[in-house]
Antibody
Framework: EVQLVESGGGLIQPGGSLRLSCATSGFTVSGTYMSWVRQAPGKGLEWVSVIYSGGSTYYADSVKGRFTISRNNSKNTLYLQMNSLRAEDTAVYYC????????????WGQGTLVTVSS | QSALTQPASVSGSPGQSITISCTGTSSDVGAYNYVSWYQQHPGKAPKIIIYDVSDRPSGVSNRFSGSKSGNTASLTISGLQAEDEADYYCSSYTSITYVFGTGTKVTVL
């Protein structure tokens, strides 16, 4: 069974750093593309970052230069290093596995809440 | 990276059909047949219901169907049921990155 479990969220002050983890099972993270998607409280989904099977990484303009996506193939785990956090980064962060084509994400983890506040 | 445009809300009575539009540009929706749709119930993670514009993953009801014309994709829910009340999001591949729609709240009257 394919499973994704996020962890690492919490309350952090503006300007701080946090690393999110997405532990996976049932597939190989390096064999597909993986993404982080976030959802601010009461708001819609916002794509954050993707790492392709070849290792290329890309980011939304809103987080470029502050967030870094990576993976540990031996641990089958996806990460999101978040630096210089701002209040507007407050959201539930989901990790999601890429589908058989470039079109879709499935499944998604349960999400981890990041709150940036003083 | 502007969000795709969806109507904020759509409603219908049980048994009716509703359609949700998703308007992008020639750089995203219009450029690729890589449009997907997600259903999200309150407090839950999104669930894929349509991929590659019109394909359904196994286990998803055939009451959900997708299409695309130019820069606009559409999701149709036929035979509306109470369990379809949820938020729906479209998404498009945009050449190495992705973009989601603004989201549509579907209410079953």
């Amino acid at each position: 069974e394919v499973q994704l479990v996020e962890s690492g969220g919490g309350l952090i002050q503006p300007g701080g750093s946090l690393r999110l983890s997405c532990a996976t099972s049932g597939f190989t993270v390096s064999g597909t593309y993986m993404s982080w998607v976030r959802q601010a409280p009461g708001k819609g989904l916002e794509w954050v970052s993707v790492i392709y099977s070849g290792g290329s990484t890309y980011y939304a303009d809103s987080v470029k230069g502050r967030f870094t996506i990576s993976r540990n193939n031996s641990k089958n785990t996806l990460y999101l290093q978040m630096n210089s956090l701002r209040a507007e980064d407050t959201a539930v962060y989901y990790c999601a596995r890429g589908g058989r084509t470039l079109s879709w994400f499935d499944p998604w983890g349960q999400g981890t809440l990041v709150t940036v506040s003083s | 990276q502007s969000a795709l445009t969806q109507p904020a809300s759509v409603s219908g009575s049980p048994g009716q059909s509703i359609t949700i539009s998703c308007t992008g540009t020639s750089s995203d929706v219009g450029a690729y047949n890589y449009v997907s749709w997600y259903q999200q119930h309150p407090g839950k993670a999104p669930k894929i219901i349509i991929y590659d514009v019109s394909d359904r993953p196994s286990g998803v009801s055939n009451r959900f169907s997708g299409s695309k014309s130019g820069n606009t994709a559409s999701l149709t829910i036929s035979g509306l049921q109470a369990e379809d009340e949820a938020d729906y999001y479209c998404s498009s591949y945009t050449s190495i990155t992705y973009v989601f729609g603004t989201g549509t709240k579907v209410t079953v009257l």
